[in-house]
């Protein structure tokens, strides 16, 4: 079954300290992926797709085959990115399967 | 953001009676999705549509209906509201070009409902 999996509800840290948000799924086929971030009172929106291999915002994530992972990283947290980040997965259909979301606390 | 518009915003209701949601889209785009947005649960599908009249159930279908009789409306209906439902529910639209922005959705602002 394809699923996806964030195994942190919250992850903590300082203002200029690296983050890594982990992405892990499950899927026998070529997956797209991607990250969606959602700020306080905002709606939901793409932060990010493996397909583009870009940066956004600092943050950067790499699609690992062997690992079936996609973990965010960024390498100094801002007080901004205070928010709820959603991993996402499209196997093969037009739907998505999204995780259970990590919500981000960056302190001052 | 993409034009993509919620109504009701906030509705407050009770066990047993109907309940219809309603998400607006001035894109165009041919797909449009309903959420349910829970603690622990994150994002789950509920119904999606990919044309006029044409709809599928998603992970946690039960209990829901939709409805979609132009491009740009897709009603979602809580039959008989349970306080399972109490949730925020969220819309969102995509245009799918396989090999390009495949899947990316764009989603509406959330209706937050609660049924006592």
């Known amino acids: 079954a394809q699923r996806v999996t964030q195994p942190e509800k919250l992850l903590s840290v300082f203002k200029g300290a690296p983050v890594e948000l982990k992405c892990n799924y499950s899927y026998s086929g070529s997956p797209e992926l991607f990250w969606y971030v959602q700020y306080s009172r905002q709606r939901l929106q793409l932060l990010l797709r493996h397909i583009s291999r870009e940066s956004i915002k600092g943050f950067t994530a790499d699609l690992n085959k062997g690992e079936t992972s996609f973990h965010l990283k960024k390498p100094f947290a801002q007080e901004e990115d205070s928010a709820m980040y959603y991993c996402a997965l499209s196997a093969g259909t037009d739907k998505l399967i999204f995780g259970t979301g990590t919500r981000l606390q960056v302190f001052p | 953001d993409a034009g993509i518009t919620q109504s009701p915003r906030h509705k407050v209701t009770e066990t047993g009676t109907p309940v219809t949601l309603r998400c607006h889209q001035t894109?165009?785009?041919?797909?449009m999705y309903w959420y349910r947005q829970d603690p622990g649960h994150g994002l789950r599908l509920i119904h999606y549509s990919y044309g006029v009249k044409d709809t599928d159930k998603g992970e946690v279908s039960d209990g829901y209906s939709v409805s979609r009789s132009k491009t740009e409306d897709f009603l979602l209906t809580l039959e008989s509201a349970t306080s399972s439902q109490t949730s925020v529910y969220f819309c969102?639209?995509?245009?799918?070009?396989?090999?390009?922005?495949?899947?990316?959705?764009?989603f509406g602002p959330g209706t937050r409902l609660t049924v006592t």
């Open positions: 969102a639209i995509s245009e799918s070009h396989k090999g390009t922005a495949a899947n990316e959705q764009y």
């Open positions: 894109e165009n785009h041919r797909y």
